[in-house]
């Protein structure tokens, strides 16, 4: 084991070359790129024994690594943003073909306008592809989690492929201490791949991905798929159990943080949990009981473990780094929805629009959102979606908007 | 926690400042982060680098707002609202700039709060390294105002990161050399633990606004003959009209068209937007572009 200052996008590639994968399609986008020039340059330098292939596109990137996985290769790709969308068609085959890979999302912002900068509405228009989805917060958490999702991906009971998300710049280029563990503790953990399941022989012809006519038996993958989605959860509990066994550092579908005794709680994904967990110590010090809850595990929802951390809470807030236009935030609806018929559910279910394209959500943001929170329990009324956004926002919004000759 | 923001250029290495200072901290055996933000990569273009040294877990990220440690290696980003420099500088900001001027210049100029350093940093890498790469010294700078940071893991530090962008062996020398020279010349002031700015805790409520504004376009004529891009020029060609043949291969070879013939066949430079790339100097045959050293007046 070794510490070193990493980047989120090395500890990727970290992640895959501690994996042992056997193939890596790629197609570079920014801020992803970094991710496999660096595994690029390892396969040339021969310290990594993988097959790597730079593709014409992110739709024959994923087709390549779900064709691959079909022939029991162990495989790893990474892409953002507009390159998601564009390999997306495809992401519903690949989960159809029950093959499992690890595909890592560098979080950012959707076009128009274009920016480099993150939010979740990418990594979310894969919501329902069939992919089991992990959301990261820490650049160690890239690498442990890479390790993890190949168990989850290659376990009978899932066989899918697992997307991870990460955000851009403030995981991609942010470095921070990392510890690389190494190879042995790795292969006790994630052994070489050895697929027990039908696969690609040029000696043994079959067919994967056939077409069905008649609904029946469309139903009845599609079905499976939704049961291979579910079983994950448990499989990923186990496989976060035996990870913390061997290298101390536990992970849960839902990370709560100083929820206890928490009459308030912030909900979050991804890399600005860090900013709330800040934000809830300081809260912490003035008294005020609040706690945090990471949504780690985004597909399979993890809908029993959220409600217990949620149960008999006065309040809660949901922070979207995304938006849904005409609805509000995706997660927001979601989590409402795991909470209906729950008896002792927070008094008060409130959601925030924050952090988009990379906006910084600032402490002051932060204090907002508990205002409204205590205001909503005092009265009863819960606002209707409200975007973070101030009035220095709105001033510089207007010097732009005089640049662009509209003042 | 100490908050340190560079400003520089594309091309100018504030990012390996920011983890040549990240990775210095990091084996003084603090908590490390460093980040760059920047938009389509480019030479010249304004970008913001940030480290975080700490002694205890790092519960922020990204952009810093208030940094407590500024450093500008740029002069001309001064001017440039667009670079926004000065942006959340409080009272206990320590702001390092790269130029000629003394501070009491700078402060009269520019009515900023906070402490104020110079030094001619340009002129330490030309005189050490030849080329005017600012990364190292930069990092020796913002190293020596933190107090966290000693010569020896500076210097590590510097051999670590220049070495993991293949940067050769000798100019690593230079580089360590120069930046050392830095961390002698940056006055070791501390940082006042005076309350930062606050932040706005005023939120609005957009309104529709149709989408003439709630679209993003832009109506107004582009401003980019606005933009001086030879502002931040160092060396300056100068073309000798009395040796020149009129050969157009300067005219031909400008990667910014910024050389035009006059009646008379021979080469005009447009200073105001030449950035001082001197590839007119290399094509020239019969050598007859000069470089000068240029010292901006403000």
Known sequence: MVKEMLTGNFAAAWGARLSGVDYVPAFPITPQTEIIEVISKWVNSGVMDTKFTNMDSEHSMITAAGTAAATGARVFSATSSQGLLYGCEMLYAVAGWRVPFVLINVSRGLSAPITLEPDHNDVLSARDTGLIQLHVETCQEILDTILMAFRIAEDERVFLPVLINMDGFYLSFTREPVEIPGLDEVREFLPEYRPGHAFFLASKPMAQGVAVLGGSVYSYFRYQMHLASSNALRVHNEVAAEFKSIFGRAYSAVEPFKTEDAEYIILMTNSFTVKGKDAVNRFREKGIKVGLVRLRLVRPFPFQELREYLRGKKALAVIDQNISPGSGGILYNEVTSALYHEPNRPGAVLSFIGGLGGKDISLAEFSFILDEMQKSVETGIVPETQLLYTEQDMKNMNNFLNIAGKG | ?298
């Open chain 2, 1 to 298: 926690m100490k908050r340190i923001r560079f400003h520089g250029r594309g091309g100018q290495g504030m990012k390996t400042a920011s983890r040549i200072v990240g990775t210095a901290s990091f084996l003084e055996g603090y908590i490390a982060q460093d980040c760059p933000v920047y938009g389509a990569e480019r030479r010249g273009a304004p970008i913001q680098a940030y480290t975080r040294v700490s002694k205890n877990p790092i519960l922020e990220r990204g952009v810093i707002v208030h940094p407590d440690i500024t450093i500008i290696a740029d002069e001309t980003l001064l001017d440039d609202r667009t670079a926004n420099v000065f942006q959340g500088v409080y009272g206990g900001t320590i702001t390092m700039i790269n130029t000629h001027y003394s501070s009491a210049h700078v402060r009269e100029r520019f009515g900023i709060s906070g402490k104020i350093v110079t030094l001619d940093m340009t002129d330490i890498v030309l005189t050490q390294i030849g080329k005017p790469v600012l990364s190292s010294v930069a990092a020796a700078s913002a190293s020596k105002l933190t107090g966290m940071v000693t010569r020896q893991s500076l210097k590590e530090a510097i051999v670590r990161e220049l070495f993991s962008v293949d940067i050769p062996k000798e100019v690593v020398k230079k580089n360590v050399e120069a930046a050392l020279i830095c961390f002698d010349r940056t006055p070791d002031i501390h940082i006042d633990h005076s309350e930062p700015m606050k932040e706005d805790n005023t939120f609005v409520k957009l309104e529709y606004s149709g989408p003439y504004l709630g679209t993003p376009s832009t109506y107004a004529r582009g401003n980019t003959v606005l933009k001086k891009t030879g502002n931040w020029r160092l060396f300056k060609p100068v073309i000798d009209h009395e040796r020149c043949s009129r050969c157009r291969a300067c005219f031909v070879h400008c990667p910014h068209s910024c050389i035009s013939l006059d009646t008379a066949g021979y080469p005009r430079i447009d200073y105001e937007n030449c950035k001082g790339c001197l590839i007119c100097l290399e094509e020239c045959p019969k050598k007859v572009i000069l470089k000068k050293r240029e010292v901006r007046e403000w």
